[in-house]
């Protein structure tokens, strides 16, 4: 199995930064994409970023040239880089790693369960 865990969230002021760490770990074999992913009370799960094996990156329109991912492979890892942080950003945020493990080779989705990010001033 993978687990995977997210952290870093917190309270931010309106523009103010912060910064997201997804790590996963356990018997991993390969990781194909990290994804985040955010939700707001009452709202449906949306994605906000994700970057491939091959470092192909696509944001949500409403993060691009605020937000920025990216991941380390070695560590197995995966980080949102969150700037100009606004009001509406205010979500739980969950990472996706989309991978196989040593189980089965299958390749799954894997969640974490999320961290919270505040934006008020």
């Known amino acids: 199995q993978v687990q995977v865990a997210e952290s870093g969230g917190g309270l931010v002021q309106p523009g103010g930064s912060l910064s997201l760490t997804c790590a996963a770990s356990?018997?991993?074999?390969?990781?194909?994409?990290v994804g985040w992913f955010r939700q707001a009370p009452g709202k449906q799960r949306d994605l906000v970023a994700r970057i491939t094996g091959r470092s192909n990156i696509e944001y949500a329109e409403s993060v691009k040239g605020r937000f920025t991912i990216s991941r380390d492979g070695a560590k197995n890892a995966a980080y949102l880089q969150m700037d100009s942080v606004k009001p509406e950003d205010a979500a739980v945020y969950y990472c996706?790693?989309?991978?196989?493990?040593?189980?089965?080779?299958?390749?799954?989705?894997?969640w974490g369960q999320g961290t919270q990010v505040t934006v008020s001033s």
């Open positions: 996706l790693v989309r991978g196989s493990d040593t189980s089965d080779f299958v390749v799954k989705d894997f």
């Open positions: 356990g018997r991993i074999l390969d990781i194909y994409s």
